[in-house]
């Protein structure tokens, strides 16, 4: 008896490039998502999430081995060969003053690589956008007041420069790994996240802390903590909870062990554009003022 060969070919998996720039930051976001348990990071760089379709990683400057200008030379050459095909992932804040000189790649051919002239031309020949953590998507920290580097947020920059590759804010100090690999997984699938009015994943970031607080029914009764650690409801030491839109108090963090709030700290609207300017101080209570004066400039930064 005679076995047929099979001559069939095994089936093409369609890889999407991707290039994580990094800006004005701490890395978090990095270390969040390193720490992802399921999937885990390994699983979105080697195997098909979605299947047929899998994630090349091609630069990421805190865990690649190459370093100098072969590695400058990746970008440029990804953004030519691969234009409208790759995604580009970006962390930490964009430093604009003086044409971007605060922050660089490094050098190639003697030339300075700015961080602002790599995410106009990287961003301007993406297939999408991800600005991952509440420094590049709204500044975050680095763009604090007095800002002296002019940080801003992608999205800032892009409208500036009249880019309109799509852009989907990823917020979080740091942002939890599931909301970054669920939206690569959307796009995957070749779906656009429904996004709301400061352009963050409304399957993430479409709930109030508060409403799913378990403290919430300590709120309701008037039983408040008079420090962070205490019992009780934390909205008079701080908490940004009520007006804060994640899913934080249903995921949970480190495979959901714990929480902010659970951990006895408020919440201190890490995901929100304003954040730090008018979330500070983060341990006294916010004020219906306060909150007034937030919407009032998260309203202006979209326009």
């Not at 999937?39 to 979605?50: G, Q, T, W």
């Not at 800002?147 to 800032?156: A, L, M």
């Not at 989907?168 to 796009?187: A, E, M, Q, R, Y």
């Not at 700290?265 to 916010?286: A, N």
Request: with cysteine; charged share 20%; glycine share 10%.
């Amino acid at each position: 008896m005679t076995t047929k060969e099979n001559n069939s070919n095994p089936p093409t998996v369609k890889e999407i490039p991707a290039i994580w720039l990094p800006g004005a930051g701490c890395t978090g976001c990095s270390v969040s998502v390193l720490n992802a348990v399921s999937p885990k990071i390994k699983n979105l760089l080697l195997d098909e999430i979605v299947p047929g379709t899998k994630v090349s990683l091609l630069f990421h400057a805190t865990i690649m081995a190459g370093q100098g200008e072969m590695v400058i030379e990746v970008l440029k050459d990804t953004q030519k060969r691969k234009k409208g095909k790759y995604l580009l992932i970006v962390e930490g804040s964009i430093p604009t003053a003086e044409k971007g000189k605060y922050g660089t790649l490094g050098n190639l051919k003697g030339k300075h690589e700015t961080i602002l002239g790599s995410l106009k031309e990287l961003g301007s020949n993406a297939l999408a956008v991800i600005a991952l953590g509440a420094c590049s998507s709204y500044g975050g920290i680095p763009a604090a007041h007095p800002n002296p580097t002019g940080c801003k947020g992608v999205k800032e920059v892009f409208k500036e420069n009249s880019i309109e590759t799509p852009v989907i804010n990823v917020p979080g100090c740091p942002p939890h790994p599931d909301w970054l690999l669920g939206t690569i997984s959307s796009l995957l699938l070749g779906r656009m996240p429904e996004l709301d009015d400061v352009g963050r994943p409304k399957l993430f970031y479409g709930t109030l802390i508060h409403e799913n607080c378990p403290r919430r029914a300590d709120f309701d009764k008037g039983k408040f903590a008079k420090y962070p650690g205490d019992e009780g409801c934390l909205y008079q030491v701080g908490c940004k909870g009520h007006y804060t839109y994640a899913d934080c108090a249903l995921r949970q963090w480190n495979n959901g062990v714990n929480w902010c709030i659970k951990a006895g700290s408020p919440c201190l609207g890490c995901v929100e554009p304003e954040f730090p300017d008018l979330t500070s101080p983060f341990y006294e209570k916010i004020t219906t003022e306060d909150i007034k004066s937030c919407i009032t400039t998260n309203t202006q930064s979209t326009r």
